[in-house]
C-alpha cells in the first residue's frame, strides 16, 4: 500500500511573489518616510490633527518593516508584519470616519488606498508562505483505504465495549441514554 | 548514526551523530525499524515552537528492537520489540498514578522551564523542544528512552510495523480525542482537521457508535480517505462549515467538536480571522492561529463538548469565551496519555477491529527525511502521512 517516493522538486516561493515583496518594501519605505516627515500636512489633510504623532510613529514602523522586507532573506514574516500594520491603519481611519472634525471623504479615500494594498499584501504573504494552491495538483482518491475490515455502516459501534473513563464523561445533559434514574430529576425526552 | 536534526525554519538535515548510550539504569536503547513525521513536527518545521536548539534530532512516533537496557530494567530485555509512545512517563508519580501520563511530574528534565511557560511542568517528549526536556527524537536509527521500564509498549511479533508504529501517538491521540467526547449513539461528531489525527480521531468516533462523523479539510485526497473512513466531508474553500452543519444537524449544531488541526490553521481568504492571526503572529502579538477553535464554539451545540488533540503553545486571541461561558460548553484538552489506552488498541488492532497503516501514503529511509518533510508540509503528492526507515 505504502509507495516509496524521490522526488527533487523545491518549494521556492514563484519569482513573482518575490519581485511583489521588493516592491512592497520600498513603498514601505517611501510611505514611511511620507509619514515621518509629512506628518503634519498629512494629520491636516485628513483633519486628523491630533493623530499627528501617531502618525509619525506609524511612519516609524513603516520604515522598520521596509527595511525587514529589503534585506532578510526570508520576506515573509515581514509583509505579514505589514498586513498587522494595515490593519492598525484600517482600524485608525475607521474611527476618523465617525469623527465629525475630520475630512470624511478624504479618509475615506486614504481607507480605499490601505484596503487595496491590504489585498496585495495577503496575496504577496500567501504566495511567499507557499499557502497558495499548487497550480498543477493531482488529487489522490483514497476511497480504498478505510482501515477498517467492513463497510463503515457496519463498524459503527463496533468499540461500544469499551467503557469511557470517569474523567473524561459528558456532562449528563449530553447524555439521552444509560442516565442513572433518580426519582426527582425531569426523565430525559430521548 | 544517522538522524534527522532540526537547524531552523524550513531547514532540516539527516546527519550523522554519536549513537546514544544508556545514561540511567531506567534508560534502554532501541534500534529503530520504523518512525513517522507527525504533524506536530510541522509546527516545529515551520518553527512556531520555541525551545528548539540548532543539532537537535527530531521524531517523536518511532518503535524498534532493544538493543540494550539499564541495569534497573526488568520488564525489557535485548530483542524485545517495542513502540515508544511520545510522552516519556516515569510511573510513579501522581499524575501517573492517576493515569495522566501526559503531565508526569518528573520525566521533563528542563521541569523549570515548562514551568515557567506554563505555570507547571508536563511530561517530557522525544524530539520536541527543550521545554518539554529536549530529548533526542526517534528520526533515528537508535533511540535512548527514558524511563524505558514505564514508557515502552511491547508489542507482539508477527505483525508489521506499519500495524503498529502508530501506537506511538497518532492513533491514541486520535482515539482520546473521541473518547473525551464519550459518544452517544445520537451524537454528531465534527472533526476539524482529516490529517493523520483526524483521520484516526474519525474512526474512533465511528467505531465508539457516533451517529454522523463529519470530516472539515480542503485537501480533496484527505476528504476522500475520510470519506473512506465513513465521514461526511465538508471542504471550507467550497462551502460554509456553518451551514452546512448546522444542515446536517437540524440547526442544533454538532455535539461534539473535535480540532485536529491546532496552531497552524490554514490561512484564507474565506477566513478574514486567519489573515489578521497571521500578521499577529508575524508581529508576536499572539503566537497561534486559532480560528478552529472559534468556529467549534460558534457551532458546537449548546452543553456540548469540545475535545482538543490539536497542538497549540502559547497565546491566541479573540477566542469567544462569551459563547463558550454562555454555552455550557466543556473544553477537553491535553497531550494524549498514550499508554492508559495502547494495551485496548493494541487488541483492538490485533482482532482486526482496526488497521491503522490505512493512512501511510509515503514510505521512504530515513536519509530521504528532509525531503519527506517538505512533502508532508506542502501535502505534495497526495500525501497524508510518512513513514522512514532507518535501516
Ligand atoms: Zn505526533
Ligand atoms: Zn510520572
Known amino acids: ?190 | 548514526m544517522k538522524a534527522l536534526r532540526w537547524y531552523g525554519k524550513g531547514d532540516i538535515r539527516c546527519e550523522q551523530v554519536p549513537d546514544p548510550g544508556i545514561e540511567d539504569p531506567r534508560d534502554a536503547i532501541i534500534k529503530v525499524t520504523s518512525c513517522a513525521i507527525c504533524g506536530s513536527d510541522l509546527h516545529l518545521y515551520n518553527h512556531f515552537m520555541p525551545g528548539m536548539q540548532k543539532g537537535d534530532i527530531l521524531g517523536h512516533e518511532t518503535m524498534g528492537e532493544v538493543v540494550e537496557v539499564g541495569s534497573a530494567v526488568r520488564n525489557l530485555k535485548v530483542g524485545d520489540r517495542v513502540v515508544i509512545p511520545f510522552t516519556i512517563i516515569c510511573g510513579e508519580c501522581d499524575q501517573c498514578r492517576r493515569g495522566n501520563y501526559s503531565v508526569c511530574e518528573r520525566s521533563n528534565r528542563n521541569a523549570h522551564l515548562a514551568a515557567k511557560a506554563f505555570g507547571h511542568t508536563t511530561a517530557g517528549l522525544f524530539g520536541y523542544t527543550h521545554l518539554t526536556g529536549g530529548y533526542a527524537g526517534g528520526q533515528a536509527e537508535y533511540l535512548r528512552v527514558p524511563y524505558a521500564d514505564a514508557t515502552h509498549v511491547k508489542v507482539p511479533d508477527g505483525i508489521p510495523d506499519e500495524k503498529l508504529l502508530f501506537l506511538s501517538d497518532i492513533f491514541p491521540t486520535g482515539w482520546q480525542a473521541a473518547v473525551q467526547c464519550d459518544i452517544e449513539p445520537t451524537d454528531t461528531v465534527a472533526i476539524w482537521g482529516a490529517g493523520p489525527v483526524g483521520q484516526m480521531a474519525i474512526r474512533s468516533a465511528l467505531l465508539l457508535g457516533a451517529r454522523q462523523v463529519v470530516a472539515i479539510d480542503r485537501i480533496p485526497e484527505r476528504l476522500s480517505m475520510a470519506r473512506a473512513g465513513g465521514a461526511i466531508a465538508i471542504n471550507f474553500e467550497e462551502e460554509s462549515v456553518i451551514e452546512r452543519l448546522n444542515e446536517l444537524t437540524a440547526g442544533r449544531g454538532p455535539e461534539k467538536c473535535i480540532d485536529a488541526v491546532g496552531m497552524e490553521a490554514h490561512v484564507s481568504m474565506a477566513h478574514p480571522d486567519t489573515i489578521l492571526d497571521r500578521a499577529k503572529q508575524a508581529v508576536m502579538l499572539e503566537t497561534d492561529r486559532p480560528h478552529v477553535l472559534r468556529e467549534m464554539i460558534y457551532v458546537c451545540r449548546p452543553a456540548g463538548v469540545l475535545s482538543v488533540p490539536g497542538v497549540y503553545g502559547g497565546l491566541l486571541d479573540k477566542i469567544p469565551f462569551g459563547a463558550v461561558m454562555n454555552k455550557g460548553l466543556t473544553i477537553r484538552t491535553g497531550q494524549t496519555h498514550v499508554n492508559r489506552w495502547t494495551d485496548d488498541l493494541l487488541r483492538r488492532i490485533q482482532e482486526g477491529q482496526i488497521d491503522p497503516s490505512f493512512v501511510i501514503t509515503h514510505t521512504a529511509g530515513l536519509e530521504d527525511g528532509p525531503q519527506m518533510y517538505e512533502t508532508f508540509r506542502d501535502k505534495k503528492d497526495g500525501c497524508v502521512k510518512v513513514v522512514l526507515k532507518p535501516q
Open chain 1, 1 to 190: 500500500m505504502a509507495h516509496r517516493h524521490r522526488t527533487r522538486s523545491h518549494a521556492r516561493p514563484p519569482a513573482s511573489a518575490e519581485a511583489l515583496a521588493r516592491g512592497l518594501g520600498w513603498f514601505s519605505l517611501a510611505l514611511g518616510a511620507a509619514e515621518l516627515l509629512g506628518a503634519r500636512s498629512m494629520a491636516r489633510w485628513l483633519g486628523m490633527e491630533r493623530h499627528e504623532s501617531l502618525i509619525r510613529a506609524y511612519g516609524v514602523r513603516e520604515i522598520a518593516t521596509g527595511i525587514g522586507i529589503l534585506a532578510q532573506k526570508d520576506p515573509a514574516p515581514w509583509i505579514w508584519g505589514r498586513v498587522a500594520g494595515d490593519a492598525l491603519d484600517l482600524a485608525t481611519l475607521s474611527g476618523a470616519l465617525r469623527d465629525p472634525k475630520a475630512h470624511r471623504d478624504r479618509v475615506a479615500v486614504a481607507f480605499g488606498a490601505v484596503m487595496g494594498a491590504t489585498v496585495l499584501d495577503v496575496a504577496c504573504a500567501n504566495a511567499l508562505s507557499g499557502q497558495e494552491p499548487p497550480r498543477h495538483r493531482r488529487a489522490v482518491d483514497y476511497s480504498d483505504r478505510s482501515g477498517l475490515p467492513r463497510p463503515p455502516g457496519q463498524m459503527r459501534g463496533a468499540a461500544r465495549d469499551f467503557e469511557v473513563p470517569r474523567d473524561m464523561r459528558i456532562p449528563d445533559a449530553l447524555r439521552p441514554y444509560r442516565q442513572p434514574r433518580r426519582q426527582e430529576r425531569p426523565q430525559p425526552s430521548m
